[in-house]
């Protein structure tokens, strides 16, 4: 045994003890999660053809969580920034935020996200502050007030039907979601 770890010692360098399943289970869920990879096992790991598939199971599944449960601020952020940019911006949430395990959590996460990227798409606060009260509401069963810049209605009627909202500025507008 000995003797067959030396001749190959060159080839097997970073593999010459296997890696503990803590280590392991933490290289495959950075790796799978887009993470920074903390292991010295990720290397390796990395090439393996599983893990490509895994990765993009992940990012459908959270990519599908963020769209389903802000779909209205999805759409308007693939309508202004067009359908490669908003992929880069998901990918680098992904790279820098770790998974969700329920829906809400994740979007409320990918709200807070886009308030840190200032991309300055009009009505954007606006949609994701309307659709996270919804959630609040939902959840808790409690009214919520919601505050726009510019009436609501136009904005949501647009983004539902698959268009950027109209520029309006009719001036600040308040409304209460109720359960």
Known sequence: VSSS???NRQSVETTDQLPSAAEWETTLGELITL?????????DLNHDPGTQVFQH???SQRGGMVVTSLHLSTRLLRL???????QTLLETFWRTTPPELFASDEA????????TRALNIPFLEDVLRFELASHQ????GTPKRVKFSSDPFPI????HLGYLPPSTSTGECEFVIQP
């Open 57 to 59: 199971l992940v990012a």
């Open 137 to 140: 509401v939902l959840s808790e």
């Open 35 to 43: 993470r920074q990879i903390t292991q010295s096992v990720g290397k």
């Open 80 to 86: 202004s920034l067009g359908e490669p940019q908003f």
């Open 108 to 115: 409320f996460n990918w709200a807070t996200y886009l308030q």
């Open 5 to 7: 770890k030396s001749l």
């Open 156 to 159: 949501l009627s647009a983004l």
